[in-house]
């Protein structure tokens, strides 16, 4: 008997098949556009629909306006086999829900894969007794296997009790960004009752805060942290948490200087930094930042230890909007500071990032601008560019006359 026509097509093995799809998955596009063909080959068969489905589910984004609760009802009661393919989550707070329903616990302990987790807008209360509005603390607890979590843009209704939802256990990273305690001094006050919190698998730590939602003497321990990172804001003089490890390796301390700075930062008497980044934004005058990077780094208790050092500079004018450029003295300060930091015999690589935005002097050609920055530069830092061991990026965006952007830049050496 004839075989059918169906049967005698060639067809593709299933391992080349599942090749084709994974890399269609890993293809840089908007993410619309990735899930899109990847929904259309699940549509082939069943057996694309396999290959498929690890993919389309390993990201799952729940808008506030897709209302969160709904979402993650059928997620537990229609699809839970799709709970395995869950390793990503992001989900924006629906403050419209009036009380945590009672299978919330189990649909989210069924998310064993997951294991990052952004958490975007909206108010988080972490008190004893959240408010109904605030369950997104209590839903960050339910993870079991969480590593990553970053919190974006939240206002705490009350932050002194944060750690104790976190997954101590677990967490690698942590990064808490535009977020803020909603206190009216600014200072969430910790309770002296409560004991110390072990992160023993924390690696990496983000604070990106106009206020301290961890606070110098929250009671925690990190005792494996290898990377610090934070925003101090320059109005009160900050000072190293005490439960920062002497092990940490790497330092970024980030400044507004748009704020007066009261006083270097206080970096304790024990850390050891081998890699230290130092960022300056908003920032009016170089002669400011450039202090502030001699103090970040004669805090240091052992400055002679530093690696490297990344210096990140952001200048722009904020009420004229014209483009700000150093005197040549300026750059004494810095030279100075590095000098020293050089003769300790241990710094391998110094990179300076100077980035200026505005409106450029009339008379005055793009061309012209670059040559004489670039001249100081050359001047300024003559020894250490010699050594090749200081890297300058010089960045200037400015805007002609005819309001088009333009952009140039020039490295040394």
Not at 267 to 274: H, K, V
Request: one cysteine or more.
């Amino acid at each position: 008997m004839a075989l059918a026509e169906s049967d005698t097509k060639p067809r593709l093995p299933i391992e080349l098949i599942g090749l084709i799809i994974a890399s269609l998955a890993n293809l840089s596009q908007a993410e619309d556009n990735r899930l899109c063909h990847l929904q259309a080959c699940s549509l082939v068969s069943w057996a694309w629909n396999d290959l498929c489905r690890p993919y389309i589910f390993y990201t799952l984004t729940i808008h506030r306006l897709d209302n969160t609760i709904r979402r993650l009802s059928f997620l537990h009661f229609k699809a839970p086999h799709l709970s395995k393919y869950i390793h990503e989550l992001s989900i924006f707070p629906d403050s419209n829900v009036p009380k945590l329903p009672k299978w919330i616990p189990k649909c989210f302990r069924r998310l064993k894969n997951l294991h990052t987790m952004d958490v975007v807008g909206g108010d988080l209360d972490t008190s004893p007794t959240p408010s109904p509005m605030a369950t997104t603390a209590l839903l960050i607890k339910f993870v079991p296997y969480l590593r990553k979590l970053s919190l974006n843009s939240i206002t705490f209704i009350d932050a002194s009790h944060l750690i104790d939802f976190l997954p101590s256990r677990t967490l690698e990273e942590l990064r808490i960004v535009y977020t803020e305690d909603d206190f009216t001094d600014g200072y969430p006050q910790t309770n002296g009752a409560q004991s110390v919190v072990r992160f023993d698998a924390l690696r990496t730590l983000v604070v990106e805060t106009a206020f301290p939602v961890l606070r110098y003497a929250t009671p925690m321990a990190c005792p494996n942290l290898r990377s610090f990172a934070v925003q101090w804001n320059g109005r009160r003089r900050w000072k190293l948490p005490l439960w920062i490890p002497d092990s940490l390796s790497e330092l970024t301390v980030q400044v507004n200087l748009a704020h007066r700075v009261r006083g270097a930062p206080k970096l304790g008497t024990t850390i050891q930094p081998s890699v230290l980044r130092i960022v300056a934004v908003r920032c009016n005058k170089y002669l400011n930042a450039f202090r502030l990077i001699k103090a970040c780094v004669g805090s240091l208790p052992f400055p002679g230890l530093v690696r490297e050092l990344a210096m990140s500079i952001a200048i722009r004018d904020p009420k004229e909007n014209r483009a700000i450029f150093p005197q040549a003295w300026d750059y004494e300060v810095l030279y100075l500071c590095l000098q020293q930091l050089y003769a300790h015999g241990t710094l391998g690589r110094a990179v300076l990032e100077i980035n200026v935005k505005g409106m450029i002097p009339k008379g005055f050609s793009l061309d012209e601008i670059m040559a004489r920055e670039l001249a100081k530069v050359n001047e300024g830092f003559a020894g250490l560019l010699a050594t090749n061991v200081l890297y300058v990026d010089f960045d200037l965006t400015c805007w002609n006359d005819s309001g088009d952007k333009v952009s140039v830049h020039f490295s040394l050496p």
